[in-house]
């Protein structure tokens, strides 16, 4: 109606309205942990659609923002080792290859670069990768993952991280707390 004001409940004092305020509320009822809206909110907002998200070109810029030189095709290679994973890797209520879970990586990444100056950029996605997505997973994704990483990463050995301490540490506390520490536990 372009009304400057209106009056609200009965209200003496009118409330003015700015044309360039909106409120959105998004939904994404599928989604963990989401329920749909009532019929009586949902009736006060219009519907519209959404488009999906282009992941391989958020990757991208994000990637140049951070400093990244080829981050074309490592933007391709992270959304890549997602989609594959999401196809091949066991189902958990945990795993989130979507946005969140490529977020993860980015930030991961652009982390490391500031750290790894000097490392190829292969290496420094392929550290993201692994530092984000391997402690997530179970025992059996584990060796799937190392081969998806691999068939998109071919040549690229990561060294083991330095985790002695961290691992004497679970070994410890494990022993006090009577819990077996196998080497999928730890």
Known sequence: MKKSS???DGE?????LLLTCAIN???NPGYAGRSELPDNLKSLFRPCAMMVPEYPLIAEIYLYSVGYEDARALSKK?????????????SQFHYDFGMRGLKAILT?????????????EDFVIMR???DVNIPKFTANDIPLFYGITGDLFPGIKLPDPDTAA???????????LNLVS???FI
Request: proline letters at 2%; a positive charge.
């Open 6 to 8: 209106f009056h609200f």
């Open 12 to 16: 003496e004092d009118p409330i003015k």
């Open 25 to 27: 509320i998004t939904m």
């Open 78 to 90: 992270i959304t890549t080792s997602l989609r594959l994973s999401s196809e091949q890797l066991s």
């Open 108 to 120: 991961a990444a652009g982390q490391l670069k500031r750290v790894m100056l000097s490392v190829k």
């Open 128 to 130: 993201a990768l692994m």
């Open 166 to 176: 961290l691992v004497n540490s679970i070994k410890l506390i494990c022993e006090k």
């Open 182 to 184: 196998s080497d999928s």
